[in-house]
């Protein structure tokens, strides 16, 4: 017999990750497979598999490569889970808890009694989701009010749910508690956000239709509506898809995709064929795999009419169905025993055909219209910013012309001064005594003025009016 080796392998198998060959000591241990409450809800199929060679026990430790849960606390999960996996009491523990023990949060409760070096690590790791979630709480409100604005941390840090913010410092059973609740109520909400996101989709794909149609003259509005409902015609006219998980749609891919004789075909080997990592389970993506035929018979990447939004929809409702029909004690997996028992159905036989995504209503006239409003609100309220946001524009251009003009008005100033400075600078030279120099009663160059004439008053030369000026005979 085999068991598991970590909590990784535990978590991610229970995920309906796990393409890792695991090996179970005994039946109760698949009760562990809820820890983090299935995180494998979150699927985007096909994805290539992981694959890891079977190893007898017994096994130190696996490495594991998971897809990303979804969730904004994914890498603090999955680094928990790692220091976590790293200590043995606490993997012993995990192995004999049962299913509400994990659910519930008492599980929890263990980590007392792990390692002070791993309650080290832990509280490392709860230190840094804190400075990250605090730095993103920053991000935002400096996006939508500016950087100045005041930041009251301790009361944001409270919408997030996967860990106790009142201590930030430390990593407690709460912590491992919140982690374990907060992830089970995301996740298992998660399919349902896709479904409504899907609508969402559809409704906005109609209004940019129906918008799009409004530009246009009678003529080309009846012309595109005529080529419209050609594409809808087209898309409809596709082969008859088998029921997901009926025995027709299970004999075409052992007979499509496995090559073998129709007439041959059994249950338990082909459960054997498609378990591609042999763990006894079929998980979400090997049966999400199975649908790729019937996929193939309504969806054309290549054809206009066909959309891959609502191809990946139309694999998730598969999927849903098929694991609602057989996975009878909800762990989302299938086991050999689950596979055989439905096979043993009177609706694996005569299943009826499936309803594709175009023969449903995806959305009423009632949600359409409540969407459209939503829509016009919306944009009626980035109208108003985007004209607040256009007058605040135009204000600060006056306030820049403003400040332009003012500049200009200093340069000249300045340079004005720097002309008077220039002329002040430029006066007749002065002599040795601080006097003026004079040659022959008028002004000369320094070091060749001649003394007046004996008893000559040199303040009645300097204050007697010149004399006027005489027509001179020439001479």
């Given at each position: 017999m085999y068991f598991v080796t970590n909590i990784s392998v535990v978590v991610w198998r229970a995920a309906g990750f796990g393409d890792l060959k695991m090996h179970w000591k005994s039946g109760t241990v698949s009760h562990c497979w809820l820890l983090f409450c299935l995180l494998g809800t979150v699927k985007t199929v096909p994805i290539d598999k992981i694959k890891v060679n079977q190893v007898e026990e017994p096994v130190e430790r696996a490495t594991l490569e998971s897809p990303d849960t979804g969730l904004y606390y994914d890498r603090y999960l999955r680094e928990v889970i790692d220091v976590l996996e790293t200590d043995q009491h606490f993997r012993d523990n995990l192995q004999s808890a049962n299913i509400e023990d994990i659910k519930s949060g008492k599980l929890a409760k263990e980590l007392n009694l792990v390692s002070h070096l791993v309650r080290t690590k832990l509280d490392e790791l709860k230190r840094?989701?804190?400075?990250?979630?605090?730095?993103?709480?920053?991000?935002?409100?400096?996006?939508?009010?500016?950087?100045?604005?005041?930041i009251d941390h301790h009361a944001l840090l409270k919408q997030f749910e996967h860990l106790n913010h009142q201590n930030p410092h430390s990593f407690e059973p709460e912590d491992l508690e919140l982690l374990i609740k907060t992830a089970t109520s995301d996740l298992e909400n998660y399919d349902q956000e896709r479904h409504e996101e899907f609508k969402q989709y559809e409704m906005l794909k109609e209004h940019e239709r129906k918008e799009y149609l409004k530009t246009l003259d009678e003529e080309r509005r009846k012309q595109e509506e005529a080529r419209f409902d050609e594409l809808k015609k087209k898309h409809q006219d596709h082969p008859k898809v088998n029921h997901p998980g009926s025995k027709d749609q299970l004999k075409e891919v052992w007979e499509e995709t496995d090559g073998l004789d129709p007439e041959d075909f059994d249950p338990k080997t082909f459960f054997k064929l498609h378990d591609s990592n042999g763990d006894g389970f079929l998980d979400e993506q090997e049966m999400e795999a199975l649908f790729t035929k019937e996929l193939e018979k309504i969806y054309d990447p290549n054809n206009e009419e066909d959309d891959m939004v609502e191809m990946e929809e139309e694999r998730l409702r598969m999927r849903e169905h098929v694991m609602k029909e057989i996975d009878s004690n909800k762990?989302?997996?299938?086991?050999?025993?689950?596979?055989?028992?439905?096979?043993?159905?009177?609706?694996?036989?005569?299943?009826?055909?499936?309803?594709?995504?175009?023969?449903?209503?995806?959305?009423?006239?009632?949600?359409?219209?409540?969407?459209?409003?939503?829509?016009?609100?919306?944009?009626?309220?980035?109208?108003?910013?985007?004209?607040?946001?256009?007058?605040?524009?135009?204000?600060l251009q006056q306030q820049h012309d403003q400040l332009q003009a003012q500049k200009f008005e200093f340069q000249q100033a300045v340079q004005q001064l720097e002309q008077q400075k220039q002329i002040q600078h430029v006066q007749p030279p002065a002599g040795s005594?601080?006097?003026?120099?004079?040659?022959?009663?008028?002004?000369?160059?320094?070091?060749?003025?001649?003394?007046?004439?004996?008893?000559?008053?040199?303040?009645?030369t300097l204050h007697q009016p010149a004399a006027p000026e005489q027509d001179q005979p020439h001479q």
């Open positions: 840094q989701e804190v400075s990250r979630l605090r730095m993103l709480i920053k991000a935002k409100i400096d996006a939508q009010q500016g950087k100045d604005a005041g762990d989302r997996l299938i086991s050999l025993d689950e596979f055989l028992r439905a096979t043993e159905k009177k609706e694996f036989v005569n299943a009826e055909n499936w309803e594709t995504l175009d023969e449903q209503e995806v959305y009423s006239e009632d949600e359409l219209q409540q969407f459209e409003e939503r829509l016009t609100q919306q944009e009626h309220v980035l109208k108003v910013k985007s004209d607040d946001l256009l007058k605040q524009r135009e204000e005594n601080g006097e003026l120099q004079f040659h022959h009663g008028q002004p000369g160059p320094p070091g060749k003025a001649e003394a007046p004439p004996p008893g000559h008053d040199l303040t009645q």
